[in-house]
C-alpha cells in the first residue's frame, strides 16, 4: 500500500486507541478497516472544488453501521478528524493538528492513484487495502489530473459564493415564497454575493422598505429554492425571473414572473 495511506492509516488507528479505548477491534466494521469514501463526489470532485481527497472512515460494525472516525486530508498533508461515540451519533473530539509527512506534490500524486485505482475502476467506498495504489502514477497521468481540474471552475465559483450574503425579501424568509426574482449588482464589500432575491408579487413601496428584506447566505437561500444554484455565479448586472417551478430565464420587458408559496 502506498506510504502515506499506510501513515494515514497509522494516524487513524492511533486515533480510535487514545479517544475511544472502550472500542474493541471486534466492535468495528472488518475490525477498524479505514474505507476510502469516494462514492458521493469522486476523487477530482473533491480535490478541486473541497481541497482535499475524498474522506476516509472507519465503521462501527453494527445494523447503523456509522462512523467511528471520518478523516478528512487536504492539499498541503493537513488532516480533519471526527471521532464518533455512542455508535457514530455523538462527536466525542474533533482534531484539527495532525499533518502527514508529505509535500503538496505527494498529494497530488496520491490523488492521482486514488483516481486510477478507485474512481477509474468504478470501485467506491472500499478499503483502502484493497486498493492498488503501490506504483507511482507517470507524468502523462497527473498532467491529466491536472488539466481536469479546469472542468471544476464553475462549480468552485458557485461553491465559494454560497458562502456570501444576499438581500432576501421577507416574502421568501418568512412567508415561504419560493424566489420569482433575483438580480446581481455591484458587490459591497467581500462577503457581499451582490444577489438579491425577491418572491416577485412585493410592490415597489414593499421592496424599498428595508425592514422587508433581511441578509442571509446565497446557501441559506439555496437550500430553500435550489434551482437557483445554476444561475448563481452569473456576472453582475444579470437577472433572471422564474418561468416555471424549476427554471429561470434571463429577464425580460413583460415576461411572466411564475411565483409560489411553500410550507415553511
Not at 27 to 52: A, I, Q
Amino acid at each position: 500500500m502506498n506510504r502515506i495511506l499506510t501513515e494515514l492509516e497509522q494516524k487513524i488507528q492511533e486515533c480510535l486507541r487514545t479517544y475511544l479505548p472502550e472500542i474493541k477491534e471486534t466492535e468495528l466494521e472488518e475490525n477498524g478497516t479505514v474505507y476510502y469514501m469516494n462514492g458521493k463526489n469522486g476523487t477530482e470532485f473533491d480535490w478541486y472544488v473541497n481541497d482535499r481527497l475524498s474522506d476516509f472512515m472507519v465503521f462501527y460494525d453494527d445494523e447503523d453501521k456509522l462512523g467511528a472516525i471520518k478523516a478528512s486530508v487536504y492539499r498541503d498533508g493537513g488532516m480533519l478528524i471526527y471521532v464518533y461515540d455512542d455508535q457514530g451519533k455523538n462527536v466525542r473530539q474533533e482534531i484539527k493538528d495532525m499533518y502527514l509527512d508529505v509535500t503538496e506534490e505527494e498529494m497530488l500524486k496520491l490523488a492521482v492513484m486514488l483516481r486510477d485505482a478507485a474512481d477509474d475502476k468504478r470501485i467506491w467506498d472500499a478499503s483502502i487495502q484493497g486498493l492498488d495504489t503501490d506504483t507511482e502514477p507517470d507524468s502523462a497521468a497527473v498532467e491529466k489530473f491536472v488539466t481536469n481540474g479546469q472542468y471544476y471552475g464553475a462549480i468552485r465559483t458557485r461553491k465559494d459564493l454560497l458562502r456570501k450574503t444576499a438581500c432576501v425579501s421577507r416574502k421568501i424568509f418568512d412567508e415561504g415564497w419560493i424566489v420569482g426574482y433575483m438580480v446581481r449588482d455591484e458587490v459591497l464589500n467581500e462577503n457581499d454575493s451582490g444577489w438579491s432575491f425577491m418572491a416577485g408579487n412585493e410592490g415597489e413601496e414593499y421592496a424599498n422598505d428595508y425592514r422587508n428584506l433581511v441578509l442571509m447566505t446565497v446557501g441559506a437561500v439555496y437550500q430553500r429554492d435550489p434551482a437557483i444554484f445554476r444561475h448563481i455565479d452569473s456576472p453582475v448586472g444579470t437577472s433572471f425571473v422564474r418561468v416555471s417551478p424549476e427554471a429561470f430565464e434571463p429577464d425580460e420587458e413583460g415576461k411572466k414572473i411564475y411565483m409560489e408559496q411553500r410550507e415553511h
